[in-house]
């Protein structure tokens, strides 16, 4: 029904900043809230970020996330992005873009790779 697609991972310099964007296609519509989920080598899947239709958002509150990254979207192009500044080696991982329709269906996207290494 839905289909993720993220992009704009790679390699980066810590301090550096990358804007990851993930597209949706299919019944769009049915969507109530994206976010970003982040999983790094041998750790659990977390939450990074949630934004709702409506641009009402949620940041995880760890230290790892507040001030650095924000979550935001374009609704008229279903599009949802993760801007990350200041990026230090633990934020290396791979990041997951989620989807929540109104009837609580979840889809993911595929992963993109974010690594943090000088």
């Known amino acids: 029904q839905v289909q993720l697609v993220e992009s704009g991972g790679g390699l980066v310099q810590p301090g550096g900043s990358l804007r990851l964007s993930c597209v949706a296609s299919g019944s769009t519509f049915r969507i109530k809230a994206m976010g970003w989920y982040r999983q790094a080598p041998g750790k659990q899947r977390e939450l990074v970020a949630v934004i709702t239709r409506s641009e009402s958002t949620k940041h995880a509150d760890s230290d790892s996330v507040k001030g650095r990254f924000t979550i935001s979207r374009d609704n008229a192009k279903n599009t949802v992005y993760l801007q990350m500044n200041s990026l230090k080696p633990e934020d290396t991982a791979d990041y997951y873009c989620?989807?929540?329709?109104?009837?609580?269906?979840?889809?993911w996207g595929q992963g993109t790779q974010v690594t943090v290494s000088s």
């Open positions: 989620n989807a929540m329709t109104y009837n609580n269906y979840e889809f």
